[in-house]
């Protein structure tokens, strides 16, 4: 018994040193890492003041900056290294603008780490490739524009996301020529996600790519048009959305409905779209739709509201005569609901 409890804290006592030698030698890792990260990082700074902001009369060759980096340990057999100098490269790209914006994306496309982005859309894990696409795109360097439209159908939803946003990002308005193109359906994350960075890098709209992509059948192509008129306040391309707001598919109509609110319509479009209250199908969207021709009416509709209180829709009768009511027509709808239940005047003879 005292043998098994003398071997028992013999044990113990070996594993607590054992536990204290990696404690120990951790610490010691950690500290010689964040020195050796500290140096990269100053190491990158100074060699980019250098290369943006040369000594009057000369000139800090790119290949300066590649040998400081890679003499501060950003070498390629140390992928450390490099993801870490990846991400230095992205933060100061988005720091920078105009004229050094346009010398810094010059020079990244002349030192080593892309290829280690590049290497990554080689990779089976799906993780791996989607961060290496978005490490392009982010530092813009779009001779690699060929290796990533081949993963634009990539079964994987993050990896062709990460693509299609690529696409955005190195060809602008002509990147909706894809559109139709696509094989699997865009959710409306990736919606949103490409028409912002559609506004963040070309705010400035060509509306002739717009027009080219209007012939597509794609449900989820047609909702991200739609987005993108109402993200750029294209009032000339209303009428694309107009024809949206009874279409047959619900999600279509829901996007009409919430991209047509940005804007206020002509009079001929006004018209349009009252017309086509009455063809949807969902009395939810013909109330959102209802209180829309309200909020951009300067008066009401009498005629329009009078054809909505005879529709038999209890709900669309109660919505219409609600925006009567606070628009100051209170004796109109009291005496359409007496008429509800008595055989004097309707609306219609009242007005």
């Given at each position: 018994m005292?043998?098994?409890l003398?071997?028992?804290?013999?044990?113990?006592v070996?594993?607590?040193?054992m536990v204290?030698?990696i404690?120990?030698?951790?610490l010691?890792?950690?500290?010689?890492?964040?020195?050796?990260?500290e140096?990269i990082e100053?190491t990158?700074a100074?060699?980019?003041?250098?290369?943006l902001?040369?000594?009057?009369?000369?000139?800090?060759?790119?290949?300066?900056?590649?040998?400081?980096?890679?003499?501060?340990?950003?070498?390629p057999s140390?992928k450390?290294?490099?993801?870490?100098?990846?991400d230095l490269?992205?933060?100061a790209?988005?720091?920078?603008?105009g004229a050094?914006?346009s010398k810094?994306r010059?020079?990244?496309?002349q030192?080593p780490?892309?290829?280690a982005?590049?290497?990554?859309?080689?990779?089976r894990?799906?993780y791996?490739?989607?961060?290496?696409i978005?490490?392009?795109y982010?530092?813009?360097q779009?001779?690699?524009?060929?290796?990533i439209?081949?993963e634009r159908?990539?079964?994987n939803?993050?990896v062709r996301?990460e693509?299609?946003i690529?696409m955005v990002?190195f060809?602008?308005w002509e990147?909706?020529?894809?559109?139709p193109?696509?094989k699997r359906?865009?959710?409306?994350w990736?919606?949103?996600?490409?028409?912002?960075?559609?506004?963040a890098?070309?705010?400035d709209?060509?509306?002739?790519?717009?027009?080219?992509?209007?012939?597509?059948q794609r449900p989820?192509?047609?909702?991200?048009l739609m987005?993108?008129?109402r993200?750029?306040?294209?009032?000339?391309?209303?009428?694309?959305i107009?024809?949206?707001?009874?279409?047959?598919?619900f999600?279509?109509r829901e996007?009409a409905?919430?991209?047509?609110s940005?804007f206020?319509?002509t009079?001929e479009?006004a018209k349009?779209v009252k017309?086509r209250?009455?063809?949807?199908p969902?009395?939810?969207?013909q109330?959102q739709?209802?209180?829309?021709?309200?909020?951009?009416?300067?008066?009401?509709d009498?005629?329009?509201?009078?054809?909505?209180l005879e529709?038999?829709n209890?709900?669309?009768?109660?919505?219409a005569?609600?925006?009567?009511w606070t628009?100051?027509y209170?004796?109109?709808v009291?005496?359409?609901y007496?008429?509800?239940?008595?055989?004097?005047?309707s609306l219609?003879?009242?007005?």
């Open positions: 005292e043998e098994q003398l071997l028992l804290i013999q044990t113990l070996v594993i607590l040193i204290w030698f404690i120990g030698f951790s010691v890792y950690r500290k010689k890492r964040k020195k050796q990260l140096f100053l990158f100074d060699s980019i003041a250098k290369f902001y040369p000594p009057q009369g000369e000139e800090y060759h790119f290949l300066k900056v590649q040998r400081a980096l890679q003499a501060a340990g950003a070498k140390k450390a290294n490099i993801q870490y100098l990846i490269m992205i933060r790209q988005r720091t920078m603008l050094n914006h810094l010059l020079l990244f496309t030192i780490p892309y290829r982005s590049l290497s990554k859309l080689n990779s894990k799906w791996v490739k989607a961060r290496g978005r490490e392009i982010e530092m813009e779009s001779q690699y524009i060929k290796e439209t081949k159908n990539n079964s939803i993050y996301r693509a299609q690529a990002v060809l602008g990147s909706l020529r894809f559109l193109y696509l359906d865009m959710t409306l990736q919606q949103i996600k490409i028409v912002e960075k559609l506004y890098y070309y705010p709209a060509q509306i002739k790519y717009l027009k080219k992509s209007y012939a597509t989820y192509a047609q909702e991200l987005r993108t008129i993200k750029f306040n294209l009032f000339t391309e209303v009428d694309y107009i024809d949206f707001l009874d279409h047959e598919s999600d279509r996007t409905i919430y991209c047509i940005s206020k319509l009079a479009q349009d017309q209250v009455f063809k949807i969902n009395t939810e969207q109330v739709l209802l209180k829309y021709i309200h909020q951009i009416s300067d008066k009401p009498l005629e329009f509201y009078n054809a909505i529709s038999g209890d709900i669309l009768e109660m919505s005569a609600e925006i009567l628009s100051g209170e004796e109109l009291h005496k359409f007496y008429s509800q239940y008595s055989t004097g005047p219609k003879e009242v007005i």
